[in-house]
Protein backbone atom coordinates (compact mmCIF):
# COMPACT_ATOMS: atom_id res chain seq x y z
CA UNK A 1 0.00 0.00 0.00
CA UNK A 2 1.36 3.42 -0.94
CA UNK A 3 2.36 5.40 2.47
CA UNK A 4 1.23 9.40 2.99
CA UNK A 5 3.22 11.38 5.53
CA UNK A 6 1.24 13.29 7.80
CA UNK A 7 3.42 16.12 9.32
CA UNK A 8 2.28 18.23 12.40
CA UNK A 9 -1.06 16.26 11.78
CA UNK A 10 -3.50 17.88 14.38
CA UNK A 11 -6.36 16.17 15.11
CA UNK A 12 -6.48 15.68 11.15
CA UNK A 13 -8.80 17.89 9.26
CA UNK A 14 -6.77 17.83 6.50
CA UNK A 15 -6.88 13.87 6.42
CA UNK A 16 -10.58 13.70 7.50
CA UNK A 17 -11.48 12.68 3.78
CA UNK A 18 -8.92 11.04 2.68
CA UNK A 19 -10.08 7.83 3.02
CA UNK A 20 -8.51 3.95 3.73
CA UNK A 21 -6.57 4.01 -0.05
CA UNK A 22 -3.15 4.56 1.26
CA UNK A 23 -1.33 4.14 4.63
CA UNK A 24 -0.96 7.21 6.90
CA UNK A 25 1.59 8.06 9.14
CA UNK A 26 0.82 11.14 11.48
CA UNK A 27 3.35 12.91 13.24
CA UNK A 28 2.14 14.76 16.16
CA UNK A 29 4.21 16.18 19.16
CA UNK A 30 0.73 16.89 21.60
CA UNK A 31 0.36 13.20 23.13
CA UNK A 32 -3.37 14.33 23.65
CA UNK A 33 -4.01 15.60 20.44
CA UNK A 34 -2.73 12.50 18.92
CA UNK A 35 -4.86 10.40 20.99
CA UNK A 36 -7.60 12.00 19.60
CA UNK A 37 -6.16 11.88 15.53
CA UNK A 38 -5.93 7.89 16.30
CA UNK A 39 -9.30 7.58 17.73
CA UNK A 40 -10.37 9.20 14.71
CA UNK A 41 -8.68 7.57 12.55
CA UNK A 42 -7.83 3.77 13.70
CA UNK A 43 -6.14 2.78 10.76
CA UNK A 44 -3.36 5.48 10.54
CA UNK A 45 0.05 4.93 12.04
CA UNK A 46 0.35 7.89 14.73
CA UNK A 47 3.62 8.79 15.85
CA UNK A 48 4.18 11.06 19.22
CA UNK A 49 7.26 12.99 18.58
CA UNK A 50 9.00 15.95 17.01
CA UNK A 51 7.68 16.08 12.54
CA UNK A 52 11.23 17.40 11.83
CA UNK A 53 13.13 14.71 13.23
CA UNK A 54 10.89 12.45 11.80
CA UNK A 55 11.14 13.81 8.59
CA UNK A 56 14.43 13.64 8.44
CA UNK A 57 14.67 10.27 9.00
CA UNK A 58 11.96 8.68 6.90
CA UNK A 59 11.15 10.87 3.85
CA UNK A 60 12.46 8.10 1.75
CA UNK A 61 9.79 5.88 2.54
CA UNK A 62 6.54 7.59 1.28
CA UNK A 63 4.90 8.88 -2.05
CA UNK A 64 3.17 12.26 -0.78
CA UNK A 65 3.75 14.47 2.46
CA UNK A 66 2.00 17.00 4.06
CA UNK A 67 3.05 19.35 6.27
CA UNK A 68 1.51 21.92 8.55
CA UNK A 69 4.04 23.69 10.65
CA UNK A 70 3.39 25.49 13.50
CA UNK A 71 1.47 28.82 12.36
CA UNK A 72 1.22 31.07 15.65
CA UNK A 73 4.42 32.91 14.92
CA UNK A 74 3.19 34.07 10.90
CA UNK A 75 -0.14 35.00 12.00
CA UNK A 76 -1.22 38.64 10.71
CA UNK A 77 -3.78 38.59 14.00
CA UNK A 78 -1.24 37.83 16.38
CA UNK A 79 0.95 40.23 15.01
CA UNK A 80 -1.73 42.76 14.98
CA UNK A 81 -2.59 41.98 18.92
CA UNK A 82 0.87 42.24 19.68
CA UNK A 83 2.02 45.03 18.19
CA UNK A 84 -1.22 47.16 18.15
CA UNK A 85 -3.14 46.33 20.88
CA UNK A 86 0.04 45.02 22.90
CA UNK A 87 -1.50 41.72 23.90
CA UNK A 88 1.33 39.46 22.95
CA UNK A 89 4.73 39.72 23.09
CA UNK A 90 6.51 40.09 19.97
CA UNK A 91 8.40 36.59 19.19
CA UNK A 92 10.78 35.48 16.69
CA UNK A 93 9.15 33.96 13.51
CA UNK A 94 9.20 29.91 13.34
CA UNK A 95 11.89 29.01 10.63
CA UNK A 96 10.93 25.45 10.46
CA UNK A 97 7.96 26.30 7.45
CA UNK A 98 10.96 27.44 5.14
CA UNK A 99 12.92 24.69 6.56
CA UNK A 100 10.92 21.88 5.36
CA UNK A 101 9.65 23.72 2.09
CA UNK A 102 13.61 23.68 1.20
CA UNK A 103 14.36 20.28 2.32
CA UNK A 104 11.29 18.54 0.26
CA UNK A 105 12.44 21.16 -2.55
CA UNK A 106 15.75 20.01 -3.40
CA UNK A 107 15.34 16.32 -1.66
CA UNK A 108 12.25 14.71 -2.47
CA UNK A 109 10.88 13.04 -5.33
CA UNK A 110 7.43 12.30 -4.15
CA UNK A 111 4.40 15.06 -4.30
CA UNK A 112 4.43 17.52 -1.48
CA UNK A 113 2.60 20.12 -0.07
CA UNK A 114 2.75 22.53 2.76
CA UNK A 115 0.61 24.71 4.58
CA UNK A 116 0.22 27.65 6.96
CA UNK A 117 -1.27 30.91 7.32
CA UNK A 118 -0.87 34.04 5.26
CA UNK A 119 2.17 35.75 7.04
CA UNK A 120 1.96 39.45 8.20
CA UNK A 121 5.22 39.84 6.23
CA UNK A 122 5.86 38.77 2.35
CA UNK A 123 6.75 35.48 2.29
CA UNK A 124 10.45 34.22 1.85
CA UNK A 125 9.23 32.02 -0.15
CA UNK A 126 6.62 32.68 -2.47
CA UNK A 127 3.82 29.85 -2.66
CA UNK A 128 2.85 27.65 -4.97
CA UNK A 129 -0.82 28.40 -4.56
CA UNK A 130 -3.75 29.94 -2.26
CA UNK A 131 -6.84 28.67 -1.07
CA UNK A 132 -9.62 30.30 1.31
CA UNK A 133 -7.41 31.55 4.22
CA UNK A 134 -3.98 29.94 4.11
CA UNK A 135 -0.72 29.71 1.60
CA UNK A 136 0.13 26.79 -0.10
CA UNK A 137 3.91 25.70 -1.56
CA UNK A 138 4.13 22.66 -3.14
CA UNK A 139 5.81 20.69 -6.56
CA UNK A 140 2.36 19.78 -8.43
CA UNK A 141 -0.73 21.51 -9.80
CA UNK A 142 -3.51 22.69 -7.62
CA UNK A 143 -6.18 24.73 -9.28
CA UNK A 144 -7.81 27.62 -7.42
CA UNK A 145 -10.90 26.50 -6.47
CA UNK A 146 -13.87 28.11 -3.66
CA UNK A 147 -14.86 26.25 -0.67
CA UNK A 148 -17.49 26.96 1.95
CA UNK A 149 -16.11 30.08 4.37
CA UNK A 150 -16.75 30.23 8.09
CA UNK A 151 -15.88 33.74 9.76
CA UNK A 152 -13.07 31.31 12.61
CA UNK A 153 -12.29 34.10 14.16
CA UNK A 154 -15.90 34.56 16.17
CA UNK A 155 -16.90 30.47 15.58
CA UNK A 156 -17.48 28.87 18.67
CA UNK A 157 -16.73 24.97 19.18
CA UNK A 158 -19.99 24.09 18.08
CA UNK A 159 -19.57 25.85 14.63
CA UNK A 160 -16.30 24.76 14.33
CA UNK A 161 -17.67 21.23 14.42
CA UNK A 162 -19.86 21.92 12.42
CA UNK A 163 -18.19 23.46 9.55
CA UNK A 164 -15.09 20.79 9.60
CA UNK A 165 -17.39 17.53 10.18
CA UNK A 166 -15.31 16.63 13.29
CA UNK A 167 -17.07 15.83 16.55
CA UNK A 168 -14.87 16.50 19.93
CA UNK A 169 -18.06 16.44 22.17
CA UNK A 170 -16.69 13.23 24.03
CA UNK A 171 -13.08 14.25 24.27
CA UNK A 172 -11.27 16.70 26.58
CA UNK A 173 -8.80 19.26 25.77
CA UNK A 174 -7.28 22.72 27.54
CA UNK A 175 -8.18 24.86 24.41
CA UNK A 176 -10.68 22.83 21.63
CA UNK A 177 -11.72 26.11 20.01
CA UNK A 178 -8.17 26.60 19.22
CA UNK A 179 -7.42 22.83 18.18
CA UNK A 180 -10.66 23.28 15.94
CA UNK A 181 -9.47 27.16 14.74
CA UNK A 182 -5.67 25.22 13.48
CA UNK A 183 -7.76 22.35 11.33
CA UNK A 184 -7.26 22.55 7.57
CA UNK A 185 -10.80 22.22 6.12
CA UNK A 186 -11.75 18.70 4.88
CA UNK A 187 -12.60 19.42 1.56
CA UNK A 188 -9.69 21.53 0.93
CA UNK A 189 -7.36 18.77 2.32
CA UNK A 190 -9.18 15.91 -0.28
CA UNK A 191 -9.11 18.28 -2.85
CA UNK A 192 -5.13 18.69 -2.69
CA UNK A 193 -4.42 14.98 -2.23
CA UNK A 194 -6.40 14.20 -5.61
CA UNK A 195 -4.93 17.11 -7.44
CA UNK A 196 -1.61 15.51 -6.49
CA UNK A 197 -2.94 12.36 -7.99
CA UNK A 198 -3.92 13.80 -11.08
CA UNK A 199 -0.19 14.95 -11.25
CA UNK A 200 1.43 11.66 -10.24
Known amino acids: MKKILNLYCGIGGNR ?3 GDEYQVVAVE ?11 LYPTDIVIVGCALQYLMLHWREFIFIWASPPCQSHSRM ?3 LQVQCRQHQAIFPDM ?14 GLW ?29 VEKKDFKKSNLRAAQIKDLQEYLGIDLSNY ?25 ALND
Not at 29 to 39: K, L, P, R, V
Not at 96 to 109: D, E, M, R, S, V
Request: glycine share 2%; net charge positive.
Open 16 to 18: NLW
Open 29 to 39: IDADIAAIYQA
Open 78 to 80: RQF
Open 96 to 109: TLYQIIIFLKHNFN
Open 113 to 141: VVENVKPYYDPLIKPDFELQRHYYWSNFK
Open 172 to 196: KLPNKRQVLRNCVLPEIGNYILESA
